[in-house]
């Protein structure tokens, strides 16, 4: 499963339906988050007028992104930080690696980032000589484990709390081996106790943002954990690495998209720490970093604008259309072979790495509308995997069994007569075939179907006659 690419999408769908632990892991999601976001939107009455408002700030953000990134970055300077301007992966890596050396780091902490993981800064920092250690605790098992993160939110969300418990065994060798791991606040306590001699080694902290604000520089990270605050404010360097389209002009704002935030993510009001950064500690501060930096990344985002795809740059990570999806919920995040997963991921994947690479995604749903009608930012997700699907078929990137099949349909659609001749022809053929149990158990060219349900017989007469039936 590791080390795939969305290419094996079908694949890795496949091997993780056949991994009982990891069906285990994920059985529960209807009775957590998706329970708990229902929850905490009917506690609010004016949550949809929220969302307007979220979608609003966003649309308006990114509108003017030039205007409020600079803005950012003034301020940013202005306070005492410096800015990074990246236009890739390699830039931002070259960056941050690049501040490490200069401040003889050896250690470096880091709280939650999903743009961490999208410029693989673990493994280049490894490769200097450099050592990242994981502070989040779902960070901080899947790095113990050699794993990258399945959920936006919840990185470890694949594992049961028995093969964490053996983790934690194998990782923690000073430790009693016979003690029991098996409550996850005892986990959480070791975990913490392990974590505590790094937060007071590293040499620098680095952490992901969830907002920008153009009006302060103030960066904000929103955690449950309180790790973030430990990792920005310990270290001599604190190293903000986000990507542009987390701006937001005010404080105002980014309180607005907060009350949504956290009631989509984990279905709390707020979540337990939002921490603001402003610059590096001024004189007469108690404590925080003697340097600030923000590496910003685009990274493929700018050239999303203006396209059917720009909508997706107002994500801001919650992962409730994760939650929601019966893919995702069936698969996990790590079949999607790449950062990002679920339908978010089946949308901006393709546009980030390019569509030739993570082809299959778009295919990774069945269209249900959940994802969109939960979505904090309205962002209408199966409109846009509908655009990758024609680029798909544009570029001939699809089957040719595919392309076969959507042909004879174009034709057929062409000709009604003929359409309803072979449909109401094959309806009653299959009718016939499967209605003694009323189901086909496998059918050729259905495999893919049949092979994890079975297919439901037709029954009776064509939506064609029934509508023909009526207008009569
Ligand atoms: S697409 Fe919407 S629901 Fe999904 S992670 Fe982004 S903001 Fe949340």
């Known amino acids: 499963m590791l080390g795939s690419t969305p290419l094996e999408f079908k694949d890795e769908a496949k091997l993780a339906l056949a991994d009982a632990n ?13 329970a708990w976001r229902a929850s905490a939107v009917e506690r609010l009455p004016e ?135 098996v409550d996850p606040g005892d986990m959480l306590t070791e975990a913490r106790v392990k974590l505590r001699k790094s937060f007071l080694a590293a040499d620098v902290g680095i952490t992901g943002a969830n907002f920008l604000i153009a009006e302060t520089g103030s960066t904000v990270i929103v ?44 279905g709390q009001e707020m979540s337990v720490y939002t921490t603001f950064s402003t610059g590096p500690r001024r004189p007469g501060d108690l404590d925080g970093p003697e340097e600030f930096h923000v590496v910003l990344l685009d990274n493929g985002r700018t050239a999303l604008l203006g396209t059917e795809f720009a909508d997706m740059l107002r994500c801001i990570r919650c992962g409730a259309c994760l939650d929601h999806c019966p893919v995702y919920q069936k698969v996990g995040g790590h079949a999607y072979g790449w950062v990002y997963s679920g339908p978010m991921g089946a949308v901006l994947t393709p546009g980030l790495i390019g569509i030739e690479k993570a082809t299959p995604l778009p295919n990774a749903s069945t269209f249900c509308g959940r994802c969109e009608s939960v979505c904090p930012m309205r962002i209408p997700l199966p409109k846009m995997l509908r655009h990758w699907r024609e680029r798909e078929f544009e ?72 509508w023909a039936k009526r207008r009569r």
Not at 249 to 265: G, Y
Not at 428 to 445: E, K, N, Y
């Open 22 to 34: 990891l069906q285990k892991a994920l059985a529960g999601m209807d009775d957590t988050f998706v």
């Open 47 to 181: 949550f949809e007028a929220l969302r307007d408002a979220a979608k609003g700030i966003k649309d308006h953000a990114l509108a003017n992104l030039d205007f409020y990134l600079e803005r950012f970055a003034g301020n940013v300077e202005a306070g005492g930080g410096k800015v990074h301007w990246c236009a890739d992966a390699d830039a931002a890596r070259a960056a941050v690696l690049a501040i490490c050396r200069r401040v003889g780091a050896r250690t470096v902490t880091k709280g939650k980032t999903m743009i961490g993981e999208e410029i693989a800064i673990n493994e280049h920092l490894e490769a200097n000589g450099i050592t990242p250690v994981e502070t989040d605790l779902g960070e901080y098992i899947i790095q113990l484990r050699h794993e990258t993160p399945s959920h936006l939110i919840a990185p470890a969300i694949h594992l049961t709390v028995e093969q964490v418990g053996e983790t934690f065994r194998e990782a923690h060798r000073d430790l009693d081996p016979q003690r029991p791991l």
């Open 223 to 266: 955690t449950n954990e309180g790790n973030g605050d430990l990792t920005q404010i310990l270290p001599r360097v604190h190293i903000v690495i986000a990507s542009i389209e987390k701006i937001v002009p005010t404080l105002n704002d980014a309180s607005t998209i907060l009350r949504v935030l956290a009631r989509s993510a984990t």
């Open 395 to 466: 570029r001939h990137l699809t089957p040719s069994r595919y392309r076969a099949g959507m042909a004879l349909w174009g034709f057929l659609a062409r000709h009604p007569r003929l359409y309803r001749l072979g449909s109401g022809l094959a309806g009653r053929f299959l009718g016939a075939l499967g209605r003694r149990r009323g189901a086909f158990r496998s059918l050729p060219l259905a495999g893919g179907w049949t092979a994890y349900r079975d297919m439901p017989a037709p029954e009776g007469p064509s939506f064609q006659q029934l």
